[in-house]
């Protein structure tokens, strides 16, 4: 795929994030937490949008590319190489219903085959973690995420997952998303 191909992809990853992130009423693109405003938009169901008290969702270094080896090799070369994902964005909004906030995280990317793939199915190990201020894990979850690559070129996937937090939480919380290749010594 060339320049151009590549660069129409992006476009509509952009795209439907900022779809997902309009629909909600909440921009968080890139953002980080502001002050603690509550500000409803549109139909969210008796549920208030949390603006300030939403955390920055993060990649950790390492973790925003995937990739298979022929043969089930854990690594190999790059001709080795059957299916490779990566992820470009990472966005999120956060709802209120009294205490508790449900944070849907979301993940954007694109997955290609590599020299020794093709077509088919691939199966992507994306976990979302989140740690409070003392280091402490208040929620991790890994999800066996499966889409299936088209030939000769380039499929986007559109991550999401919900996340329960209290308030109080979500006041000092790292979130992360981004691919976990193991060991997997955690749910």
């Known amino acids: 795929m060339g320049y151009a191909g590549m660069q129409s992809n992006t476009v509509r990853i952009a795209a439907a994030l900022s779809v997902l992130t309009v629909v909600a009423g ?46 089930g090799a854990k690594k190999g070369p790059d001709s080795a190489v059957v299916r490779q994902a990566s992820i470009d964005q990472a966005s999120r909004e956060c709802r209120v219903n ?23 199915p691939v199966t992507m190990p994306i976990r979302v973690a989140v740690i409070g201020d003392n280091g402490n894990v208040l929620y991790s979850k890994l999800t066996q995420y499966k889409t299936t690559v088209p030939t000769s070129s380039a499929k986007q996937f559109l991550f999401t997952h919900d996340v329960p937090l209290t308030l109080a939480e979500t006041t000092s919380a790292q979130v992360f998303v981004g691919f976990d290749t193991g060991p997997y010594d955690t749910p």
């Open 26 to 71: 909440c921009s968080t693109f890139g953002g980080s937490a502001g002050t603690n405003t509550v500000a409803s938009a549109g139909d969210t169901g008796g549920q208030a949008i949390v603006r300030g008290t939403c955390p920055k969702v993060e990649l950790r270094e390492g973790t925003s590319s995937y990739r298979t080896y022929k043969g």
């Open 98 to 120: 009294g205490n508790q906030v449900t944070m849907k995280v979301g993940a954007a990317g694109r997955v290609i085959a590599g020299p020794a793939g093709g077509s088919g």
